[in-house]
């Protein structure tokens, strides 16, 4: 929760940085991880309602340029890619 309320209060985030963002905690809170989730694309846009690819990997890239979030991509199919969650200050500058 704490992770989700700094996520709140930030104005560069809209609906669907959120919706992913909320989306990751829930695997995370599922799979008894805090920080190091391990996600898959189609999950997550299952579980945010985001029905195109593009959309998707925009928010999602900016997630990462904001520094939500390290992306560590696996490129095995029997293996899922891991998100590392950061909070960020607001009083950083990123």
Not at 5 to 31: C, E, F, M
Not at 58 to 84: A, C, E, R, T
Request: aromatic share 12%; net charge positive; with cysteine.
């Amino acid at each position: 929760m704490e992770y989700l309320s700094v996520y709140i209060t930030d104005p560069k985030l809209n609906v669907w940085h959120l919706s992913i963002l909320t989306a990751i905690l829930g695997l995370g809170h599922r799979q008894g991880q805090g920080r190091r989730i391990q996600v898959s694309r189609s999950k997550i846009m299952e579980m945010t309602h985001v029905n195109t690819l593009p959309t998707y990997h925009k928010y999602f890239k900016q997630l990462q340029d904001l520094g939500y979030i390290k992306y560590s991509p696996s490129y095995h199919p029997g293996y899922k890619s891991v998100v590392k969650l950061y909070k960020k200050r607001l009083s950083q500058n990123c």
